[in-house]
């Protein structure tokens, strides 16, 4: 009886291992977050634009989209979606992005993410 059960929790153990898994086939996309700097300007009374200092080797493509959210800062949870927007300049290391961020109603703050 004890061969049995050793027998069958063997074959289950190897079928389980031996699955192919179906999971996600293309690994080209990613989503990373950067911390915005403190330097913004106004561009209108809706959008706004940021900076972005990347590290080297690391490129964001023109005209690519982003997503701001904000970080938790203390005991309040702010990490809701700030506003989104395009990279329209790059210039060395920092990228700059034009946020909309007329319906959250929430103003960016330096340290928030952009994805």
């Not at 990373?32 to 493509?61: C, E, N």
């Not at 990279?87 to 920092?94: A, E, F, M, S």
Request: with cysteine; aromatic share 12%; hydrophobic share 40%.
């Amino acid at each position: 009886m004890y061969n049995s059960f050793m027998n069958k929790l063997l074959i289950a153990f190897l079928l389980f291992f031996s699955l192919e898994s179906l999971a996600q086939q293309d690994t080209t996309k990613w989503v990373r977050a950067f911390p915005i700097t403190d330097y913004m300007l106004d561009a209108s009374d809706s959008v706004k634009i940021v900076q972005v200092h990347l590290p080297p080797g690391v490129t964001i493509a023109e005209k690519q989209i982003g997503l701001l959210k904000g970080i938790y800062r203390d005991k309040h949870a702010d990490t809701t979606a700030v506003g989104a927007g395009r990279c329209n300049l790059i210039k060395g290391d920092y990228y700059y992005f034009t946020i909309n961020y007329k319906k959250s109603g929430k103003l960016p703050r330096e340290g928030d993410l952009l994805l």
